[in-house]
């Protein structure tokens, strides 16, 4: 049985520290690059269920999802999934 390595688009929250006189003076540096990251304020969010896979690129893996009840018939995407590729063959007794 092939493995399939599987890209899930996450979305995830990350906190700046910036200077200003008032919150739109802080908002205004920091779009204009100012700031420093905060890296103890990563955060996950969730999946990014508004992007996914293309299905109208493909039709024989939408038919099959359609066919698991995995998709319905009005999805365009296959929600939060970026890509799949098979990787190779799976090792013996492994089945993850």
């Keep these: 049985m092939p493995t399939y390595e599987i890209v899930q688009i996450e979305l995830y929250t990350q906190g700046?520290?910036?200077k200003g006189d008032s919150e739109a003076d802080a908002l205004e540096?920091?779009?204009?690059?100012?700031?420093?990251?905060d890296?103890?304020?990563?955060?996950?969010?969730?999946?990014?269920?508004?992007?996914?896979?293309?299905l109208t690129e493909w039709p024989d893996l939408a038919s099959e999802l359609l066919d698991r009840?995995?998709?319905?018939?009005?999805?365009?995407?296959?929600?939060?999934?970026?890509?799949?590729?098979?990787v190779g063959e799976e090792d013996q007794g492994n089945d993850t």
């Design 69 to 86: 009840g995995v998709i319905k018939s009005d999805d365009t995407f296959v929600p939060s999934i970026r890509s799949i590729r098979e």
């Design 16 to 18: 700046y520290l910036v």
């Design 39 to 54: 890296l103890t304020s990563i955060e996950f969010a969730g999946m990014a269920n508004d992007y996914g896979l293309s």
């Design 29 to 37: 540096r920091f779009f204009r690059g100012e700031g420093k990251q």
